[in-house]
């Protein structure tokens, strides 16, 4: 399972860094994994992402990110958790 959270604007490299939430079916939590993504490289279908970091949700929420990012995360965790009951 892969949700992308978040993509920030891109700079005047076209670059930017995006977040997504990730379950690996070896996994027993889910993810946040922040990755810097070259928008133009993307395009042409070459390797365009480097991972910045990976945590869990509690990590990551603990952690300074920018509050449009942890909105949305929590937007999707209760979307998933109402999904479920």
Not at 48 to 62: A, G
Request: contains cysteine; aromatic residues 4%.
């Amino acid at each position: 399972m892969e949700n992308l959270i978040f993509r920030g604007r891109p700079d005047d490299k076209n670059e930017c860094e995006q977040w997504s939430l990730v379950r690996e079916a070896e996994d027993t939590e889910d993810y946040v994994v922040q990755e810097h993504v070259r928008l133009d490289e993307m395009a042409s279908g070459r390797p365009c992402l480097r991972l910045v970091k990976r945590m869990t949700v509690n990590e990551f929420m603990s952690t300074e990110q920018p509050a449009a990012v942890k909105r949305k995360l929590q937007s999707i965790l209760q979307e998933n958790d109402a999904g479920k009951a």
